[in-house]
Nanobody, 124 residues
Framework: QVQLVESGGGLVQTGGSLSLACAAS????????MAWFRQAPGKEREFVAG????????YYTDSVKGRFTISRDNAKNTVFLQMNSLKPEDTAVYYC?????????????????WGQGTQVTVSS
């Protein structure tokens, strides 16, 4: 069955950096737009960053623009999220997601596959 396995979460101080990775298997990764979502305690899951199947376009929610970078390696079936200048409000469980329909739809939470999530905690 399809797998999306996130890694790289952890505890970091305000202003620090973390790099998340999501390894995909058992589907044609290079055909799918990929994204990162996050869910903070007591809040709904929200879109963070997305990337087209080819990697030629990316899209970010306003609160992370200039701080986070999404990228992908289709040869390794992996999508990444580099997070810099982290803030306490970035604390959440981060989820990897895949959508065959493309970036426009994954931004709207129309997702085919979800990962299990990885915890990111930013201390003040």
């Amino acid at each position: 069955q399809v797998q999306l396995v996130e890694s790289g979460g952890g505890l970091v101080q305000t202003g620090g950096s973390l790099s998340l990775a999501c390894a995909a298997s058992r589907f044609t990764f290079s055909h799918y737009a990929m994204a990162w979502f996050r869910q903070a305690p007591g809040k709904e899951r929200e879109f963070v960053a997305g990337i087209t199947w080819s990697g030629d376009r990316t899209y970010y929610t306003d609160s992370v623009k200039g701080r986070f970078t999404i990228s992908r390696d289709n040869a390794k079936n992996t999508v990444f999220l580099q997070m810099n200048s982290l803030k306490p409000e970035d604390t959440a469980v981060y989820y990897c997601a895949a959508a065959l329909s493309g970036l426009t739809y994954i931004v709207k939470n129309e997702v085919d596959y979800w990962g299990q999530g990885t915890q990111v905690t930013v201390s003040s």
